[in-house]
């Protein structure tokens, strides 16, 4: 239902705002990360506990780059391109990215 969907929305956008790295190999059979944001790392594996998994970040022409995030309920997997991230500073107290998937972007 709507609150399923709402959860599983809510641990998409922890999956897919950061700038976290996949370590090579797994841990436990679950991809492991790294960061410079030990927050971020935190938030991520949060996510991919939840069953919404960040599977790869990878380059794509003219500069950007795109995330592939499994949702493990019905192992749907989906890429987003990043499109612009907007830097975690001290007066904002956040980072944002903006995502495009298909025809729908967000910020």
Not at 9 to 15: G, V, Y
Not at 38 to 65: K, N, Q, Y
Not at 86 to 99: A, E, I, N
């Amino acid at each position: 239902g709507s609150h399923g969907d709402a959860v599983r929305w809510f641990f998409t956008c922890l999956a897919t705002c950061h700038e976290v790295q996949i370590e090579s190999g797994l841990s436990g059979g679950k991809p492991s990360y790294t960061g410079m944001s030990p927050d971020e790392v935190a938030l991520v594996e949060g996510a991919r506990d939840a069953g919404i998994v960040f599977e790869r970040r990878g380059r794509v022409a003219g500069g950007t780059s795109e995330l592939d995030v499994r949702d493990q309920t019905n192992r749907q997997l989906t890429t987003y391109e990043v499109l612009a991230v907007l830097q975690f500073t001290p007066d904002r107290k956040r980072m944002s990215v903006v995502l495009k998937s298909g025809s729908r972007a967000w910020c």
